[in-house]
C-alpha cells in the first residue's frame, strides 16, 4: 500500500498569512493527487486535483504543487473560513490512502 | 447537481450486520465510479473501499482493514449504491461517507455525501 505522509499535522497562522502543507508518497503517484478540506461536523470538499488542478468553485488563493512523491498545498492569503483541516489522498493505486491530516488553526 | 444522500447508519453489537445506502440524485449514477469513506470519532480520514461502473467492469476493492466482511454494491436502476458490513467490529465505529470517484479529476472525490453514523457497541 502506498503511505501518505502529511507535515505539519498542525499549524496556527493569521488571517492574509501565507501557508504552505506538505504531503509525501512512499512511492510515486505521478500526479494523483488530491486535496480536500474539512471543516468541523462537515463532509470533505475537493480542492484541489491532478495535484494542481483547482476544482471549480474553489478561490484561487489556493494552490497545489508537485509531482511523483512530494506535493505541496499553499495557501496564499489566510481568509478566516479557511482555518479547517486538510487531507491529501493518492488515487493512484488501490487503497487510495489519506494523509493523516492538517489542523488549520488561527494564532 | 448531483447529490448523495446515505442512510442506515445505526447502534449495531460487536459480530452484527448493518446494510448502509446511498441515494445519487444525479441522472449518471451508471457510469460513475463510487466509494466509500469513513471516520472514526476524532479520527482522519479512511478509504474504505471503490466500486467501478459497470461499463468499466463493476468490481469492487477494499481497504485490508475491512476486506472480507465489508461488500459494496449497486443498483444503477436505483441510483443507490450500498455498504454491506458484516461482522462487525468496535473499531468500526465511524462516520460514513460514500463519494463520487471523477474520472476527469484523476479519480478525485468530487461529490460526497453528508454521512451516516456507525456505532459499534455492546
Known amino acids: 500500500d502506498i503511505q501518505m505522509t502529511q507535515s505539519p499535522s498542525s499549524l496556527s497562522a493569521s488571517v492574509a498569512d501565507r501557508v504552505t502543507i506538505t504531503c509525501r508518497a512512499s512511492?510515486?503517484?505521478?500526479?494523483?493527487l488530491s486535496w480536500y478540506q474539512q471543516k468541523p461536523g462537515k463532509a470533505p470538499k475537493l480542492l484541489i486535483y491532478a495535484a494542481s488542478t483547482l476544482q471549480s468553485g474553489v478561490p484561487s488563493r489556493f494552490s497545489g504543487s508537485g509531482s511523483g512523491t512530494d506535493f505541496t498545498l499553499t495557501i496564499s492569503s489566510l481568509q478566516p473560513e479557511d482555518f479547517a483541516t486538510y487531507y491529501c489522498q493518492q488515487s493512484y493505486s488501490t487503497p487510495y490512502t489519506f494523509g493523516q491530516g492538517t489542523k488549520l488553526e488561527i494564532k | 447537481e448531483v447529490q448523495l444522500v446515505e442512510s442506515g447508519g445505526g447502534l449495531v453489537k460487536p459480530g452484527g450486520s448493518l446494510r448502509l445506502s446511498c441515494e445519487d440524485s444525479?441522472?449518471?449514477?451508471?457510469?460513475?465510479?463510487m466509494s466509500w469513506v469513513r471516520q472514526a470519532p476524532g479520527k482522519g480520514l479512511e478509504w474504505v473501499g471503490r466500486?467501478?461502473?459497470?461499463?468499466?467492469?463493476?468490481?469492487?476493492d477494499y481497504a485490508a482493514p475491512v476486506k472480507g466482511r465489508f461488500t459494496i454494491s449497486r443498483d444503477d436502476s436505483r441510483n443507490t449504491l450500498y455498504l454491506q458490513m458484516n461482522s462487525l467490529k468496535t473499531e468500526d465505529t465511524a462516520v460514513y461517507y460514500c463519494t463520487r470517484i471523477d474520472y476527469y479529476s484523476y479519480y478525485g472525490m468530487d461529490v460526497w455525501g453528508q454521512g451516516t453514523t456507525v456505532t459499534v457497541s455492546s
Open positions: 444525479g441522472v449518471t449514477f451508471s457510469d460513475a465510479w
Open positions: 512511492q510515486s503517484i505521478s500526479s494523483y
Open positions: 466500486i467501478k461502473s459497470k461499463a468499466d467492469g463493476g468490481t469492487a
